[in-house]
């Protein structure tokens, strides 16, 4: 999925700016999934979710998952902010589509109260070996319809005492988030994301959703720096010295220092420091600092409207015919044509 240009932790960054040159036949059949929205349903917990599929649609040359949005008895389902959403079909329109996964979305206000019509629809779709999910308090419905006996589920906690008196074939989770053989469920807004990138790992390279989780967990760090990389951020085991190093590449994109300069800077041997980015960062230092300056760049054609030698200097290129050559490298098109594919 990714061009081997890319060796840093930077091309999980990157990888939604590539071109798409990988062999289709090698990516997984596209998934169906229905998401059924219940009055008052969390819209987070929905957005946060469907996010996941629709950012990692936008990473491949066709589409991965289909998103069916459907209404629990109404095509228009009003959330928990007031928020009218317009629905693809009613419940009722679902019996015999085949569906890889159907979530049951609640929330806060959410009634726990089903229906013979959502029953049998849970039943019927388990019997096929579609994966059953719930968000907040969706998992409810999946315990009346008796197809969550057995398995670890996890609930807003509003939700676990009734859970527990009423159901107790049910497996109560402490996490925010489970995925259970053919059940997932999380426990309220903050963990739909996180759960719908666990359900895509089971189909897809572990770097291509570290890719996904890169765009959409972003501000996750205490810190936000401009190229930031998730898996560093968010490392507490990153040595001190690692870290000052990153920070001078960092501000020093337009006048790079040597790697013996910022050995120096740091107090480390160069051995020492390249031993540090190999186990650390994937690539050697002078590599992490090229694709850093090349990631920058494309950052500037995409949301700038500067010139391509502004943006070379930017980036910390001497030369309009080496940054125009580097750029290439990394992203198999000339800068120019990357900006006008962008903004089109």
Not at 152 to 167: T, V, W
Not at 214 to 231: F, G, P, R, T
Not at 251 to 262: A, F, K, M, Q, T
């Amino acid at each position: 999925m990714m061009r081997a240009s890319f060796k840093s932790l930077l091309k999980r960054k990157n990888m939604a700016h590539l071109n798409a040159g990988e062999d289709s036949r090698l990516q997984p059949p596209q998934r169906r999934v229905a998401f059924v929205l219940l009055d008052n349903f969390s819209l987070m917990a929905f957005a946060g979710a469907v996010d996941a599929l629709v950012t990692a649609n936008l990473m491949t040359r066709e589409p991965l998952v289909e998103v069916l949005v459907v209404g629990a008895s109404r095509d228009l389902v009003v959330s928990d902010l007031d928020t009218a959403i317009s629905t693809d079909c009613q419940l009722s329109a679902l019996q015999g589509q085949q569906l890889d996964l159907l979530i049951m979305c609640g929330g806060f206000r959410v009634r726990l109260q089903s229906s013979p019509l959502l029953r049998s629809t849970l039943r019927g779709f388990d019997a096929a070996g579609t994966t059953l999910g719930g968000l907040w308090n969706g998992s409810f419905f999946l315990a009346d319809a008796g197809v969550l006996d057995g398995h670890d589920c996890a609930i807003h906690p509003d939700s676990r005492a009734m859970l527990l008196e009423s159901f107790p074939g049910v497996s109560l989770s402490r996490h925010s988030y489970v995925l259970d053989r053919k059940r997932i469920s999380c426990a309220g807004a903050n963990s739909s994301l996180s759960m719908m990138l666990d359900w895509l790992r089971r189909d897809h390279d572990p770097s291509f959703v570290d890719a996904v989780e890169e765009i959409l967990n972003c501000d996750k760090a205490q810190e936000v720096m401009d190229v930031s990389v998730l898996s560093l951020d968010r490392d507490p085991t990153l040595p001190q010295t690692l870290k000052l190093a990153l920070e001078l590449m960092h501000n020093n994109i337009d006048e790079p220092l040597s790697v013996d300069e910022i050995a120096r800077w740091v107090n480390i041997s160069r051995r020492q420091l390249e031993r540090l980015f190999c186990r650390y960062v994937d690539a050697s230092p002078s590599r992490y600092y090229i694709e850093l300056r090349v990631t920058y760049a494309r950052q500037l054609l995409q949301q700038t409207n500067k010139s391509i030698a502004d943006i070379a200097v930017a980036s910390g290129f001497t030369s309009i015919t080496h940054f125009r050559h580097c750029f290439r490298q990394f992203f198999d098109v000339a800068p120019a044509k990357f900006r006008r594919q962008r903004q089109s």
